[in-house]
């Protein structure tokens, strides 16, 4: 099939380049000249394991190409958008101005018989809406909504072998076209037998941000109960594997530690709170607003035990931040509690020195008040106090032997509860991380 994709950020490139893979012919369309001549030169413009691989591969097939001509969309049977939902500023709603841009701008070359994909994430009943734009511009032309589950890190595998296909489609016999045509698309995912759920719009809406729900709260569960063994003397990582046995809760999102960020969780679950409202059903969605504050009060927590480490004061202390993505294996900030926690610690008179394998350039940029490092080394270099806050692979494998010789003071705080207590603690640190016992 002929296919395109709109938008070409971190999950449209990796879509449009997936696509290829499963046989299509692919143009990506961006706004951003800067980002697509990056992915012209087979450059990745954000940090996503194997992606820059697969983006040459399927460049030299000659099947993938990149413009900002909305024109070469036109003759493609299916148009995925896959644009941005951030939060409006000052309001906990998404902001949708980028999906209707986006759909506006179909508009000019859609064809009766295409099929515009929504991966978005969005509030409930924007694909209602947007298929009735659709429907009056472009008799014959339909919408489907297909969310995406991409984790950063795991996007390319999660794109080409996903846990599960959801199809959000419109009623009687326009659903079963859009559903071929889906299927048409995902031919090899579908023969493997991957799940399927085929439904309405208002229900593959409520999948992403729902998905996303449970998963803040379960970290935020854990998370509660570390200020709770912090308050009791318990251990918070022995109970969560204690109950994450049980295979009824399960042992992932049970890691207690700093918190979520990105540019997905913390924005869906505002999102869905704002859209509750709206729609009067504010009510059962009240608990979101004490998982968000849960999650926040963790970067707050951290400061703290980071001064208790230090004497009590941080002004003039040296410390060092090694993490500055939200998460390990990307190179995304949005919303980084490791880079709020080294604001906040500068702000009270610390030295901070932040360091990351990916993320530097992204934080130069949107924190250029604080000061950054190539390495761990370089970073703790005379440190009073170590903060891990991304558990990055070279963060959890370092040698805290060979470290200690690098700062002043042997004191590491485990914004992640990422490393081993034990080998710290044996070669001489104190160690403290968030709901366990000092050690």
């Not at 076209?177 to 299927?183: G, K, P």
């Not at 990105?262 to 509750?276: E, V």
């Not at 934080?363 to 370089?378: G, H, I, K, V």
Request: some cysteine; proline content about 4%.
């Amino acid at each position: 099939m002929r296919i395109s994709v709109i938008g070409c950020g971190y999950l449209g490139a990796v879509h449009a380049a997936s696509m290829v893979e499963l046989g299509h012919d692919v143009v990506g369309i961006d706004v951003d000249e800067p980002k697509i001549a990056t992915l012209r030169d087979a450059r990745a413009p954000f940090y996503e394991p194997g992606f820059e691989e697969l983006l040459g591969r399927n460049l030299r097939t000659g099947r993938l190409q990149f413009t900002t001509d909305m024109s070469e969309a036109a003759g493609a049977q299916v148009h995925f958008v896959c644009v941005g939902t951030p939060q409006k500023r000052g309001e906990y709603a998404a902001d949708l101005r980028y999906v209707e841009a986006a759909t506006e701008s179909l508009l000019q070359v859609l064809q009766p018989g295409d099929l515009v994909a929504g991966k978005s994430t969005v509030p409930v009943g924007t694909a209602a809406r947007l298929a009735e734009t659709v429907g009056e511009k472009v008799p014959g032309a339909l919408l489907a909504w297909n969310p995406e589950f991409l984790r950063e890190g795991f996007a390319v595998q999660d794109t080409l072998h996903p846990d599960r296909l959801v199809y959000g489609l419109p009623a009687d016999g326009d659903g079963e076209v859009a559903e071929r045509m889906l299927d048409e698309v995902y031919a090899p995912i579908v023969e493997r037998g991957t799940p399927k759920v085929t439904t309405d719009y208002a229900t593959a809406e409520m999948v992403k941000t729902a998905a996303n729900s449970f998963l803040a709260t379960k970290i935020s569960f854990i998370n509660a109960m570390a200020e709770l063994c912090e308050a009791t003397g318990a251990d918070v990582k022995q109970l969560a594997d204690a109950i994450g046995y049980d295979d009824r809760i399960g042992r992932k999102f049970l890691n207690a530690g700093l918190g979520f960020g990105g540019g997905c969780l913390p924005k869906d679950i505002r999102a869905f709170m704002a859209r509750a409202g709206e729609l009067g059903a504010d009510q059962a969605l009240t608990f979101l607003r004490e998982v968000d504050n849960i999650n926040m009060r963790r970067r707050i927590r951290m400061v703290e035990l980071a001064r208790e480490v230090c004497d009590g004061s941080l002004l003039g202390k040296r410390v060092a931040v090694l993490g500055a993505a939200f998460k390990p294996d990307s190179d995304d900030i949005r919303d980084s509690p490791a880079l709020n926690v080294a604001a906040q610690l500068q702000l009270q008179g610390a030295v901070v020195r932040v360091t990351d394998p990916a993320a530097l350039q992204n934080s130069r940029r949107q924190w250029p008040q604080l000061d950054y490092a190539e390495t761990a080394e370089e970073a703790a270099e005379r440190a009073d106090a170590v903060l891990v806050l991304t558990e990055w692979k070279q963060y959890r494998e370092l040698d805290p032997v060979a470290f200690g010789g690098v700062v002043a003071q042997k004191r590491v705080l485990d914004g992640r509860n990422a490393l081993s207590r034990t080998a710290w603690t044996e070669a001489g640190w104190t160690y403290r991380a968030l709901g366990r016992r000092a050690g």
